[in-house]
């Protein structure tokens, strides 16, 4: 018997998460030195926040010490910021780590795990994780189909899963549709709502969660640090729930999950409003500057409450993806996903779009 045969046969069924390729991967297979468009994986093409960058120069000197365990001080700023206790608040090692602890804890192997597909795969990964089984159900008009997530919620089913916006169609549930999920959803039924897009929209098209999370004991709220606040690389996230939940997560999250600097990075960029809203004002600008590219090209796309775009380009992504990646830019075919025929493109500079829009005319122009 090989060693493979003593691992958990739910484990070897798992497909991985496959990321956007590192710039340096397309650097070392292609031998490209030029500047490489990264559109892929949805980073701020601004950088990290300039007071993230100075707060992590500063603790530089303490890497030999632990990080706070506790994450102190983060908690303090977040819970100050949406007006909760520190009781409902967790920091994780990214969101997919939080999603990680909720199956862990609330995903038992003869219990479901509902999500739409596509959205974020990380949910059905880590319900495969644990053994736990996965309810699919198709998106309808390009968003969850909240009355078919409705139809699955028997007693089979532990938690709903929603990325609200969707990844990787980057659509929006409306506020009644999400209103009508919360108060028809059962109550011994986990809903999960990821929110790592929510910085990038106006306040009044999105559903308001935290005030459902304060009032009801079955939702918990997921947020990033790596989107908008440009920490990608820190990996740091932090979820919201009644402190219910959030005691019962912290028996299974690992010690020192977030480590010092992302503590130190996220506790500044935090407080960094004229970042944020200079990074939500570039993403404006620049899908507006990406969607009439599309129109000219007549590419469909779905219009975005994200940092990218999902567009159509009408035939198999492989060679386009692999001549884009010839001049030098990334993105991110949906072939894993079941869309074949369209990528999904992080909005970038305007230098970044203007190249790829002339590196897509030049390769679709070609047969």
């Known amino acids: 018997m090989s060693i493979s045969g003593i691992a958990r046969p739910n484990i070897l069924n798992i497909k991985p998460y496959t990321p956007g390729k590192p710039i340096e991967a397309l650097k070392r297979e292609l031998s490209i030195t ?7 994986s949805n980073e701020n093409p601004l950088g990290p926040s300039p007071r993230a960058i100075a707060a992590v120069q500063k603790a530089l000197p ?33 969101s997919a780590e939080l999603i990680h602890l909720i199956t862990t804890a609330f995903l038992p192997p003869d219990k479901a795990l509902v999500r739409s597909t596509p959205s974020f795969i990380m949910g059905k990964i880590a319900a495969q994780i644990i053994g736990g089984k996965v309810i699919n159900v198709p998106v309808k008009n390009n968003r969850h189909d909240i ?19 969707n990844n990787p169609l980057g659509t929006l549930i409306p506020v009644k549709e999400f209103e009508y999920l919360v108060e028809h959803l059962p109550k011994n039924t986990l809903l999960v709502i990821d929110e790592a897009y929510r910085e990038y929209n106006d306040p009044t098209v999105l559903p308001p969660t935290l005030d459902y999370v304060k009032n009801k004991e079955n939702i918990i709220m997921l947020r990033t640090f790596s989107k908008i606040y440009g920490l990608a690389g820190l990996r740091i996230g932090y979820g919201i729930a009644s402190a219910n939940i959030i005691s019962i997560l912290q028996r299974v999250r690992l010690p020192f999950n977030a ?5 130190t990075a996220a506790s500044a960029a935090i407080d960094d409003i004229d970042y944020v809203q200079k990074s939500k004002a570039l993403n404006d ?18 219009p975005s409450y994200t940092n990218f775009i999902t567009v159509d380009i009408g035939r198999d992504t492989t060679q386009v993806y692999t001549a884009l990646q010839t001049r030098g830019i990334i993105v991110r075919p949906l072939k894993a996903y079941n869309l074949p025929t369209h990528l999904r493109i992080s909005i970038g500079t305007r230098e970044q779009n203007e190249r790829l829009i002339s590196a897509m005319q030049e390769v679709l122009s070609q047969k």
Request: hydrophobic fraction near 40%; proline fraction near 5%.
């Open 34 to 40: 030029g500047e490489i468009a990264k559109l892929a």
């Open 62 to 94: 303490e890497l030999h010490l632990y990080p706070d365990d506790t994450c102190f001080y983060l908690k303090a700023k977040i819970a100050e910021r949406l007006e909760v206790p520190q009781e409902m608040v967790i920091i994780t090692n990214g």
């Open 147 to 165: 009355e078919a997530i409705l139809s699955t919620t028997t007693s089979e089913v532990n938690i709903v899963y929603i990325d609200n916006p």
């Open 259 to 263: 480590n010092r600097l992302a503590q």
């Open 285 to 302: 600008t620049e899908k507006g500057f990406l969607y009439r590219a599309f129109d000219e090209m007549k590419l469909p796309y779905i």
